[in-house]
């Protein structure tokens, strides 16, 4: 019997076609998609003729009531994923939600009541546990090959970040900040590595290069969405196009005291030339980096003995995925399905994803209050227990 599902968001152009592209046609099928641009609609099945039939919806509301639909998948803007992931949830429906779970802590705590009062099973959408390059580094970390893991750098450069200034991700209302819309990611990965959770956060960031660029779009002028992830967008000074309400920073630095001891930085930087992720993670016997994410060649570079950074001591190959964002995108679609089907537990937890987000909201609150320490406020313990139990009550 295959798992009937339906999806809020539907331009193919944009996030959710991962999953119309995806999915297992073989345990699963899409029974409607929702969309409150009916635009959407003749152009996602003209992308995919198999969706003809497909029912469509203007109102979420609409589509979480449908009694055909067993799972929703929530792929939207991110300051609508708490109403909408909690509504689905309410109406018994299993729901994969894309990162990052919530734009507030508050926003990502009463998703998770609602799963715990409603008994939905609950996915969060952090494909990076996915991704082949970050699964090796998880390998040779649990090996003890470095020993201890004591502090973890990480550098993200992003040379389409403009595309976060080009639309309602520049403005905090909508989306906070990009240590959570983008950061999310990477602080899950810190997390998940190091083995804890943030506890405190100081952070530094600024707008600084996009807001300088001129003839910005009109109020209610739809962006140019692609033209950020090709050559024309640079150099960032000379770019035009950009949102003229944009209020979040361009680049951001964070600082985390893990509840383990660790310490850890993240950085990224949203007008650089180049694009990558660049881990590093230093242990009591040795230090680890990786050297490209998902690019042709990536590799995890090891120090286990004292001397040049030149020569590792021992190079990890990585395998390509086969797939977007690199091959991780079949890879979590299948780990939601699994979840639903064999009641396996998904790489990420809701738990872990409610931790990301948090770090990141006392990140931005850090830096737009002169870099003041913020802790992270605690989880009820009885929602903590039911997750690390299966999404089951003990």
């Given amino acids: 019997m295959k798992i009937r599902f339906g ?37 996602l099945k003209e992308t995919y003729p198999e969706f ?72 969060v959408g952090h494909n990076m546990r996915y991704m082949n390059f970050v699964l090796k580094m998880k390998e040779i970390i649990d090996s003890g090959v470095i020993g201890e893991i004591q502090s973890v750098w990480v550098r993200h450069f992003v040379n ?13 209302k909508n989306s906070n900040g990009l240590l959570l819309q983008k950061g999310a990611h990477d602080i899950d990965i810190i997390h998940w590595l190091a083995g804890g959770y943030t506890q405190r956060a100081v952070a530094m960031g600024k707008l600084s290069v996009y807001n300088r660029t001129e003839k910005h779009l009109a109020p209610g002028e739809k962006p140019d969405r692609f033209v950020s992830f090709t050559p024309e967008c640079w150099p960032p000074l000379e770019l035009t196009g950009l949102n003229g309400q944009m209020d979040i920073e361009d680049h951001s630095m964070l600082l985390m005291q893990l509840d383990n001891g660790v310490q850890a930085s993240y950085e990224h930087c949203m ?7 660049n881990y590093t993670f230093i242990g009591t016997k040795g230090r680890l980096e990786n050297i490209g994410d998902n690019s042709p060649g990536t590799e995890i570079h090891v120090w286990t003995n004292r001397g040049s950074r030149r020569q590792p001591d021992i190079v990890y190959k990585v395998s390509q995925g086969t797939g977007s964002h690199g091959g991780s995108d079949p890879l979590i679609l299948e780990g939601f399905f699994d979840f639903l089907e064999k ?15 948090a770090a990141g909201v006392m990140g931005h609150v850090s830096m737009r209050s002169g870099s003041m320490p913020c802790d992270i406020p605690a989880l009820d313990e009885e929602l903590i227990r039911y997750f690390e139990n299966g999404q089951k009550k003990a």
Wanted: some cysteine.
């Fill in 7 to 43: 999806v809020i968001g539907a331009d193919p152009r944009r996030r959710s076609n991962f999953i119309f592209h995806n999915f297992s046609r073989e345990r699963a099928e899409l029974v409607a998609v929702c969309d409150r641009d009916a635009e959407q609609f003749p152009r």
């Fill in 343 to 357: 009641d396996l537990p998904p790489h990420v937890s809701p738990i872990a994803a409610r931790n990301a987000v």
């Fill in 271 to 277: 007008y650089a030339p180049d694009s990558e992720r």
């Fill in 160 to 172: 389409y970040g403009s595309c976060y200034f080009r639309h309602w991700c520049a403005e905090r």
């Fill in 52 to 123: 003809e039939n497909v029912k469509t919806y203007t109102d979420y509301r609409d589509l979480v009531k449908d009694p055909d639909i067993e799972a929703v998948f929530v792929v939207v803007r991110d300051d609508f994923h708490e109403e909408m992931a909690v509504a689905a949830l309410e109406a018994g429906k299993a729901v994969y939600l894309e990162k990052p779970m919530a734009i507030s802590i508050e926003g990502c705590d009463n998703i998770l009541k609602a799963a715990m009062r409603s008994g939905s099973k609950l996915m």
